[in-house]
């Protein structure tokens, strides 16, 4: 008889599984919820895009791809790089086309650190950040952001968590889950303190298409960055092309050159019907993001109001698409609101707590979901607040 617990790594037994999964593991047994939780986009990904894909399956050549990507998808991805920030990457020694984000950022964390190196985490964050540091033998070091600060980083907020042991920082702006933004003028205090020291810089920049009424603004774009900045974007949510599996990073030739094998062994390379899709999406498709960015920020407002209205003091996120509202003056934990509110109402959000202790007294609700269920949602939710409200008087 197989012991499984003496054949699996220690490691990955102390990882714990992921905070947004849970309630919607336990939300596809149950009839009638609605779920506001996965960062998925309701849109179908652009007709030019998937008639790209469409073409290449006639075609009935589809192969293995070179390592770093095809070459015309490189080069798309340089130039709108250059187009939107100023920054000028070469297409063949500082890019590597991945599978998802995800990939883009698991690379980057193995290729620079090495046991017990320190990575500052800035939360609230997207939860895959700190398992990630622990999978490459690094050490979480987390950074809270408060509402006080419009959940920004601040140059005083990251002095205080620099040790001779800190090798990088992941700046996740546009934020998930908070919906904060860094403009330049938030970005040029933290550039001052970095480019002082030898600590690198992974931004994740995954909602870089989509903000409110500003333009997005990349550390890249700042002097003296661009050589310390760990570049890192997709095409899940600008271009709603989250089956295709599709991101990249961008970062000096010395750590490409060194990622590049981690990639190889482990991936090899990106999915070639998805890259030349890809390419009819950085060229093509910028008006159907727009579109996408006016009805989500419909949305946005919509729930921003609804929240508020309800007594749930809600940040008016100005990127992505997540609200992230206060339910302390409820006097339950993120955790239990949101157990409560699952079983009771069927609606299925995500704790604040599964984006980093900072989170906690909050919950993430996305608004990739039509505004009809959007409407109903709440309507359950302020019958849930109403049911609190009887319970404590």
């Not at 309630?23 to 179908?44: C, H, N, Q, Y």
Request: net charge negative; charged share 25%; glycine share 8%.
């Amino acid at each position: 008889m197989i012991d499984y617990e003496k054949a699996l790594s220690k490691k990955i037994k102390q990882i714990k599984p992921s905070g947004i999964r849970k309630f919607f593991d336990i939300a596809g047994t149950m009839e009638g919820v609605i779920s506001l939780g996965v960062g998925e986009p309701d849109f179908s990904t652009p007709w030019a895009i998937r008639k790209a894909a469409i073409q290449v399956l006639e075609r009935k050549h589809i192969v293995y791809g070179p390592n770093k990507g095809i070459v015309p998808l490189r080069q798309a991805v340089c130039d709108r790089i250059e187009r939107k920030t100023g920054a000028v990457y070469d297409s063949e020694s500082e890019l590597i086309i991945t599978v998802g984000g995800s990939e883009a950022i698991d690379l980057a964390v193995r290729g620079m650190l090495d046991p017990g190196d320190e990575v500052l985490v800035v939360e609230p964050c997207f939860v895959c950040y700190a398992p990630l540091v622990e999978l490459a033998g690094g050490v979480p070091v987390s950074v809270p952001t408060r509402i006080e600060n419009n959940f920004k980083l601040t140059a005083d907020d990251l002095k205080g968590k620099i040790t001779e042991h800190t090798k990088l920082l992941i700046l996740p702006f546009p934020n998930n889950p908070t919906g904060a933004v860094m403009t330049r003028e938030d970005l040029e205090p933290i550039a001052e303190i970095l480019r002082d020291t030898n600590i690198m810089v992974l931004s994740d920049e995954i909602y870089s298409e989509l903000t409110y009424g500003r333009r997005h603004c990349s550390i890249i774009e700042l002097d003296g960055m661009k050589e310390r900045t760990i570049y890192v974007n997709g095409f899940s949510k600008a271009f709603a092309m989250t089956g295709w599996r599709l991101g990249y990073v961008c970062a000096p030739e010395p750590i490409i050159t060194q990622i590049a094998k981690i990639h190889q062994y482990g991936i090899m390379c990106s999915p070639y019907i998805s890259q030349n899709a890809a390419i009819e999406a950085l060229t093509s498709c910028d008006a159907e993001v727009d579109k996408m960015v006016e009805e989500y920020n419909i949305r946005r407002r919509y729930l921003v109001s609804e929240f508020n209205r309800l007594g749930l003091t809600c940040f008016n996120p100005e990127g992505a698409f997540y609200v992230f509202p206060s339910i302390k003056s409820t006097g339950l934990s993120s955790e239990e609101f949101c157990e409560r509110l699952l079983y009771e109402e069927k609606v299925a959000v995500v704790p604040g707590s599964a984006f980093g202790e900072s989170g906690e007294g909050h919950i993430r609700i996305s608004y990739a979901y039509s505004l009809k269920h959007l409407r109903e949602a709440m309507s359950r939710i302020e019958k849930f607040l109403k049911k609190l409200e009887s319970e404590r008087s």
